[in-house]
């Protein structure tokens, strides 16, 4: 790990009869970025084009200095001499090696002679808690085993960047919290460029310093985790984010300002923004009642109950009020509540729990 | 309920159509086994032994086990890039070459050999150059290893193609990313991944070039200790001596028993499907 730190830079586009890719972002040296989108968005498309699987139609792609990919110079790096480590979502270990000699091919691969490398493997083993494992056959691990051999075969292979692609989408939920944390420990003393495509926006609130949202091959939002939750442009990132998103237009009103949605009107703090905009609010922020809220609560609105789902210790509820509202309710205010489809309903929200923004 | 101790406890039984299947495969089976029943009962062991000092019968054998084992590596060498281009590639004229390597399975082995005798022959297209410098194909040991790769390449390259087509190629994908060159990658992953197939696809070559006839009689002729393989020794004995003959019967029958049971025991070891 003495190598210099370089920047991932990729500009590039490559046209599928499902999908027209164009990307063009840098990651920074040590830096780790979330690639999130709906399936099909080209997510891992883009990794593959990066660790020279696939062949873009044009643009440049680069590690530091070095120029990976570019149809302007004809330069197309095999995967081999790219340096970039890709961690698939099905770990992909060889099978017919053992733990400790998975790991030493990689590094034996960087040009390590055979001792050296068996030392390495046995650092790498030790740095993901797996050093116990050395010797044993791949088919007899666990899923989690397995992704912690792989990312510590990746590292073996002293990568200049790191794609990972859903590492952890194979795992069972506590596995995951557990590998997870052995992954966010890595990457936090890696000095190289990481991207890391996922669907679970805990892996990206953890393990990133930024998120790019890919859709239909384009990146249509980025920015910190926090920000998109706080500010979603778009229903994925609104999905994603677990947010109530509305597409409206500010209007005038005395005291609160009045929200036009299509379908129906939301109260929200004064503000600066005017013309088109988006709201949004949380849905922990929506009280669900059985009738009229007393109080002064202007954003009140009769619905009625479209489904219910279990969240584990809360229920999400999803209304129509003209629009579709979820609701994040305990169980045991849903015990007050008609909770069936079609069930009508009273929905309030608190204008201070609304952020209307451009 | 309780359980004898000492019973081990094993998955239960599925009801089956055993009986019936048995009834219904025993006439080809009983067939199959007849011949094989005759030439084993017609060699008393005590004659077998005296006709395996037969000086014909040691030559044919030796020669046997010199050409096949050559015409085997040969099949691995050249025919492992092949069965790598059937497995991986998809390519224009694939069908076409599929076809090409499946076609001595279907060609008539004689006129296998007569197709080699016009290639490389004395006035063959190939054979005719040869010939400028001396050097004389036909009716040499050299022939009969030629005939033993045409008529045996494609259950290699059937074989060994089927094992290398079964390799993940996310893990080829993987070690590339690792940092292992195309070469280095199909003698550190994929190859080993496929042994088993490799392995048993030799076997099978072998022992299709052990009982190569046809193709051999046409294009190298029925030399003994040149080009009379065993095959064309038990021809060649049956117009003199039976008992020779079936001695050499034997020998043949034993050494493809080894073939197969090897490339089966191989192949179920390694975990290979269809051999």
């Known amino acids: 790990m003495k190598e210099k730190s370089k920047n991932l830079s990729i500009n590039t586009a490559l046209r599928l009869p499902s999908l027209e890719l164009a990307a063009d972002f840098h990651v920074a040296a040590g830096e780790t970025v979330a690639l999130v989108g709906p399936s099909g968005a080209g997510k891992t498309t883009l990794l593959r084009l990066i660790a020279g699987l696939y062949r873009p139609d044009r643009g440049v792609i680069s590690l530091g200095s070095r120029v990976l990919w570019s149809v302007e110079r004809g330069i197309d790096l095999p995967p081999e001499a790219r340096r970039v480590a890709y961690v698939f979502q099905e770990p992909a270990l060889f099978p017919h090696l053992s733990v400790a000699a998975n790991v030493a091919y990689s590094a034996r691969m960087a040009g390590l002679s055979r001792r050296d490398a068996a030392r390495q493997a ?77 669907h679970d926006p805990l892996d990206a609130r953890f393990l990133s310093d930024r998120v790019i949202v890919l859709e239909a091959g384009q990146v249509t939002q980025e920015g910190t985790a926090e920000a998109l939750t706080a500010h979603p442009r778009g229903a994925f990132v609104a999905h994603w984010a677990g947010m109530n998103l509305y597409h ?32 949004s609010f949380a849905p922990e922020e929506v009280t669900l009642s059985d009738a009229p809220m007393s109080g002064s609560a202007q954003n009140q609105w009769p619905g009625r109950v479209v489904e219910f789902a279990s969240l584990g210790d809360r229920l999400r509820v999803t209304v129509d009020i003209g629009v579709r509202v979820r609701a994040d309710i305990t169980h045991e205010a849903a015990g007050r509540l008609p909770l069936a489809p079609g069930g009508s309903v009273w929905l309030a929200v608190k204008a201070t729990a609304i952020r209307v923004y451009p | 309920m309780q359980f004898d101790a000492g019973t081990e406890p094993s998955a239960p039984q599925r009801r089956d159509r055993a009986t019936g299947l048995w009834l219904a495969s025993a006439p080809l089976l009983l067939y ?125 390259i059937k074989t060994a193609r089927a094992g290398l087509e079964a390799v993940d190629p996310r893990l080829e994908e993987a070690a590339r990313t690792l ?83 090897l490339a089966k025991r191989l192949s179920r070891r390694w975990g290979v499907a269809g051999v």
């Open chain 1, 122 to 198: 046995m650092g790498w083993l030790e740095r993901f808690g797996a050093e116990a494992l050395g010797n044993r056959r791949i088919p007899s691990l666990s899923g989690g085993q397995k992704q912690r051999v792989a990312l510590a075969r990746a590292m073996a292979s002293q990568p200049e960047a790191l794609l990972l692609d859903e590492p952890f989408s194979a795992l069972d939920v506590n596995t995951r919290a557990e590998v997870r944390q052995a992954f966010s420990a890595a990457l936090a003393d890696t000095p190289v460029p990481t991207l890391l495509v996922t």
């Open chain 2, 32 to 156: 199959l086994a007849c011949p094989i029943v005759a030439l084993i009962l017609f060699l008393r062991p005590s004659d077998w032994w005296r006709h395996l000092h037969d000086p014909t019968v040691g030559m044919a054998l030796a020669l046997t086990l010199r050409t096949t084992t050559l015409a085997t590596a040969a099949c691995v060498i050249f025919g492992l890039p092949v069965a790598c281009l059937l497995a991986r590639g998809t390519f224009r004229g694939r069908e076409l070459l599929d076809t090409l390597t499946d076609l001595p399975l279907a060609l008539p082995p004689v006129v296998a050999g007569v197709a080699l005798l016009l290639a490389f022959g004395r006035q063959g297209l190939i054979g005719r150059y040869g010939e400028t410098f001396g050097v004389r194909i036909p009716f040499t040991t050299l022939a009969v290893v030629m005939a033993q790769v045409f008529i045996a390449a494609p259950f290699f």
């Open chain 2, 179 to 261: 940092g292992a060159p195309p070469l280095r990658l199909f003698f550190t992953v994929t190859l080993p991944l496929a042994r088993g197939s490799v392995v048993a696809g030799a076997l099978l070559a072998w022992a299709r070039a052990l009982s190569e006839f046809g193709a051999t009689m046409m294009f190298a002729g029925s030399l003994p200790g040149t080009t009379q393989t065993l095959p064309l020794a038990v021809m060649s004995a049956m117009e003199t001596n039976l008992d020779t003959a079936v001695a050499l019967s034997g020998v043949s029958l034993l050494l493809a028993l080894t073939a197969l049971i």
């Open chain 1, 248 to 279: 409206i237009r500010v209007g005038g009103g005395e005291g609160l300002q009045e929200c036009v949605a299509d379908g129906a009107l939301f109260h929200a703090l004064p503000g600066v923004v005017r013309g088109e905009a988006y709201l």
